[in-house]
């Protein structure tokens, strides 16, 4: 069974420095891991998708690497603003199933 | 991009009674829809896969007579909480797979049970 642990739990971090979070699994038989962004009692919105082939993916000022052999993905977030306070899920896909990690709840402060 | 859309965004319910949760992919076709329930600061627990034009398939632990799953067509796929109750509050989510093999989620429907 695919097991997912993000780890800070929670980081509150002030305006303009980098955040840094982790993301590991399990099971590396893994065909994509997907970042999600989760305002409070929202749905989710996804942030990157990196295949199982791929390393790295960046949108703006977001990077998630993925090792797939060791099982872990890293988001980095450069310069965050308040606006990137939210909960950062990550999510492995084994076969059709994804397994979600806790989350990290970041803040952001001004 | 693709875009599940996901209704009601909240509703409450007396106790005993059924709730339906409508989810559409409104710009493509997914044969198969997932439903997740989430618990206050606890992840995305997957309940059932539905699939389009048959039965779901639904985890374990979880009672397919009391969440009842339709997906009658290809944009299309409900949640019905039958006889609900307290314990069945809760945040379900739902969500479609697209191309490319990411998955988009709806805005999800915070049920209370009263």
């Known amino acids: 069974k695919q097991e997912v642990t993000q780890i800070p739990a929670a980081l509150s971090v002030p305006e303009g420095e980098n955040l840094v979070l982790n993301c590991s699994f399990t099971?590396?038989?893994?065909?994509?891991l997907q970042w999600f962004r989760q305002d409070p009692g929202k749905g989710l919105t996804s942030l990157l998708l990196?295949?199982?082939?791929?390393r790295e993916q960046t949108s703006g000022r977001l990077n998630a690497s993925l090792d797939k052999s060791s099982g872990r993905s890293t988001l980095y977030i450069a310069a965050s603003q308040p606006g990137d306070s939210a909960t950062y899920l990550c999510?492995?896909?084994?076969?059709?199933?994804?397994?979600f990690g806790a989350g990290t709840t970041v803040t952001v402060r001004a | 991009g693709a875009v599940v859309s996901q209704h009601p965004s909240r509703v409450i319910c007396k106790s005993g009674t059924s709730v339906k949760i409508e989810c559409r992919s409104l710009d493509f076709q997914a044969t198969t829809m997932f439903w997740y329930r989430q618990f206050p600061k606890q992840s995305l627990m997957l309940m059932a896969t539905s699939n389009e034009g048959s039965k779901a398939t639904y985890e374990q632990g979880v009672e397919k007579d009391k969440f009842l799953i339709n997906h009658a067509s290809l944009t299309l796929s409900t949640l019905t909480v039958t006889s609900a109750h307290p314990e069945d509050s809760s945040f379900y989510i739902c969500?479609?797979?697209?191309?490319?093999?990411?998955?988009?989620f709806g805005s999800g429907t915070r049920l209370t049970v009263v």
């Open positions: 969500s479609a797979r697209g191309q490319g093999g990411g998955y988009t």
């Open positions: 990196i295949q199982s082939s791929q």
């Open positions: 099971d590396s038989a893994i065909y994509n």
């Open positions: 999510a492995v896909r084994n076969d059709y199933k994804l397994s």
